[in-house]
């Protein structure tokens, strides 16, 4: 598997950070979100979320952080992210990537969105926990010091925020990703589950899907590298044999990221001019169909060359004040 960061990063991170190979924390915290607590959901108002914090962390050195915003699936626990902390670990020990803190909330079927139904998530990560997590831990308060991770229905909130929060994130990694170019299947959560209204509203699914964000994107200055990872055995929704028409295999993920990637980086968004046969201008992603299925066969290799393809393509590493 070809990493862009390894041959780069080594040497310097090895020769700064001196870690052991495992993470010195984490933990689970909560916090009170004045979204939550003022929105519609009388059972929202605190946000938990999972803390990482590396091996040699110092809150009171003169280091400064990247941070990584991991965004669960669906019904999606504090433990969601429980799989990839030992690769996490592992990469930091051996210079892969290098220390890096970990913020994983926690927001149940949300979809990453505000709604009715899961309260508003989305309003209380941007407004409520990125401010909470610059305030009261040692990170790189900008852009370049933050990335997003999400796997299935966390893929859709990372292309999401990536695409109307570009002043917010220097990158981010899709494994998975629950993603439709167009309306999602009568069976999806995005339509069963109150996310994008209950009942389900087409019209809210169609302002916050992706191509609705592609054009005020395009027209901003800051580009996000996307890495864009499924399975060629991903969730395959002719399975679910249900309220589906025949050619149901044009919702599954595999085919959903293929029309993500091509959207963002061969489709010239920008509206640029080039001359036959150049390369036509796109915005930053890398895709990768590879062997395995809607799992941690797929997202496991994909969160670790995800995090390598972040650090070599604007997340900054570490800083000294």
């Known amino acids: 598997m070809f990493n862009p960061a390894r ?7 090895i020769g700064t ?3 052991p190979a495992i993470a010195q924390e984490v933990s689970v915290e909560t916090m009170a979100s004045p979204a939550l607590a003022s929105d519609d959901n009388p059972e929202t108002g605190d946000l938990s979320y999972t803390l990482y914090l590396p091996a040699g962390y110092e809150a009171d050195g003169d280091t400064r952080y990247p941070v990584l915003y991991l965004l669960h699936g669906s019904g999606g626990e504090a433990d969601a992210w429980d799989d990839f902390w030992p690769i996490l670990d592992s990469m930091i020990a051996e210079g892969t990537v290098p220390p890096v803190i970990a913020v994983a909330p926690v927001t149940g079927n949300s979809y990453w969105v505000d709604s009715a139904a899961f309260g508003a998530a989305e309003t209380a990560v941007k407004k409520d926990l990125i401010p909470h997590i610059d305030e009261t831990l040692p990170t790189i308060a900008e852009r370049d010091g933050r ?5 299935s229905m966390g893929g859709y909130g990372a292309a999401r925020y990536g695409l109307a929060y570009p002043d917010l994130f220097a990158a981010a990694t899709l494994l998975s990703p629950a993603l439709q170019q167009g309306q999602p299947p009568a069976t999806a959560g995005a339509v069963s589950r109150g996310s994008f209204g209950d009942p389900y509203d ?14 005020p994107y395009a027209a901003q200055d800051h580009r996000v590298p996307f890495f864009i990872v499924a399975g060629d055995d991903d969730w395959n929704h002719l399975s679910e044999k249900e309220d589906l028409p025949a050619d149901a295999t044009k919702y599954n ?6 029309a993500f990637y091509t959207a963002l980086h061969r489709e010239n968004i ?4 080039f001359e036959k ?10 895709l990768r169909i590879v062997d395995g299925g809607h799992g941690m066969d797929v997202w496991a290799g994909g969160f ?18």
């Open 7 to 13: 041959g780069l990063l080594v040497p310097a991170l």
């Open 17 to 19: 950070f001196m870690v």
């Open 147 to 151: 990335a997003l991770v999400g796997f």
């Open 202 to 215: 087409p019209t809210r699914w169609d302002e916050l899907n992706y191509p609705a964000l592609i054009g």
């Open 253 to 258: 993920m595999e085919v959903q990221a293929v």
């Open 270 to 273: 920008f509206d640029a001019e």
């Open 277 to 286: 046969w150049e390369e036509v201008p796109a915005s930053p992603a890398e």
């Open 304 to 321: 670790s060359e995800g995090l390598a393809y972040m650090f070599a393509n604007g997340l900054s590493a570490p800083t000294q004040d």
